[in-house]
């Protein structure tokens, strides 16, 4: 098992967990037999040519888009169990965090970590028991003919998603109190950087504090769109093709919208000097 944190932003960075290949005699657990039909089905659904299921798809696809980057990050995490933690901890066996040395500083690998791990913890649980408490009322969708019950599939899914966000977080919160981890720079991934973004400024490890009272530096893009396919290449993992991609739009739609706020925001703030402006003239004359 090895540990991607990629930077995307100066204050931002993407993780990722590179399973080990399972034995070709090991039986998959049940969350992950169904989890591999729902992905085949879902493939499936994807080839056909039109009809409701390609239209169903496609909108997924879409809603997928949206669900955030963190979130797919401690989803790669595999759920962890007593005996397997006693094992690592016997063994004292640590993991690989790869990361590219030439963009962020070593010393902040475990703080990039830990934040990732606790930040939104709270947050996947609330979600997690509100999409446990929707599906009950989402059962009745099943009396519409044809179609299944689309509202239910997406409650049990949302409930599974923040489930596997809430074990992911459990196992990187576990590497990181026993110090199971090893961080490394390799070459190749030090070079990526240097290939997509030559003149990209450095990581920074940012914290609440630093951002609230403006102290922090602006936010800057690392990582640009297209390197996705890239960064799956050098790094050998197919799947951060669509983690990348997916994280860098979520990044460029947030600053967008910044941007709008901080357009609408000037005209009023002008608008308050103006009247302050003319209030003092008023006194004055």
Known sequence: MRIFLLPLTTRQA?????????????????????????????AQWEAAKGGWRKMLVTYGNQGLQRIPYQEWGLKSFPPSNPKLQAEQIADNKKFDVVYPGNVMHKDDVPKIMARLAKERKQL???RFIGSMVAMPFCIPFALIPVIPNIPFFYAAYRCWSHWRALKGSDHLDFILDHRLYRPI??????????????????FNYVTPSQVM?????????????????????????????????RAVWQIQRHFEREKKKQAQQQPAQSSTVDATKSEKADKID
């Not at 602006?218 to 991609?245: F, M, N, R, Y």
């Open 14 to 42: 993407l993780i990722h967990c590179q399973k080990a290949a399972p034995k070709p005699d090991v039986k998959l657990s049940i969350p992950d037999r169904v989890t591999k039909k729902a992905t085949d089905t879902w």
């Open 124 to 126: 996947h649980w609330n």
């Open 185 to 202: 720079s390799p070459p190749e991934i030090e070079d990526l950087y240097e290939q997509v973004a030559p003149d990209g400024p450095d």
């Open 213 to 245: 009272d403006g102290s922090a530096p602006p936010e800057k893009t690392i990582l640009p769109a297209d390197s996705h396919d890239l960064v799956a290449k050098t790094t050998g993992v197919v799947e951060l093709s669509g983690e990348v991609e």
